[in-house]
């Protein structure tokens, strides 16, 4: 069955920088859109980043933008997520998702805090 383990949150000061790992099986991975989302506390979960099958095309949310990068390792069926400059906004927990399953993993805490 599809199952993603994302990995690589915890506790970072403003300004600091994460690296998020989600490793995927289950379904053919190479071809597949990957998504990164995130839901913080009392609020609904939101897209943050997706990655086309090749790796080259990203596109971001605007809260996010010039601040995450987003990449793939298609022999590894893992995606990355670069997080730099966090700030508390950015305080949630993070998901990864491929397009047309509806399955989602246990998720990563991110916690941006002085």
């Known amino acids: 069955q599809v199952q993603f383990v994302e990995s690589g949150g915890g506790l970072v000061q403003p300004g600091g920088s994460l690296r998020l790992s989600c490793t995927a099986s289950?379904?053919?991975?190479?071809?597949?859109?990957m998504k990164w989302y995130r839901q913080a506390p009392g609020k609904e979960r939101e897209f943050v980043a997706r990655?086309?099958?090749?790796?080259?095309?990203?596109d971001y949310a605007d809260s996010v933008k010039g601040r995450f990068t987003m990449s793939r390792d298609n022999a590894k069926k893992t995606i990355f997520l670069q997080m730099n400059s966090l700030k508390p906004e950015d305080t949630a927990v993070y998901f990864c998702?491929?397009?047309?399953?509806?399955?989602w993993g246990q998720g990563t805490q991110v916690t941006v805090d002085s």
């Open positions: 998702k491929a397009d047309g399953y509806t399955t």
């Open positions: 289950g379904f053919i991975f190479g071809g597949a859109v």
């Open positions: 990655i086309d099958g090749t790796g080259r095309r990203r």
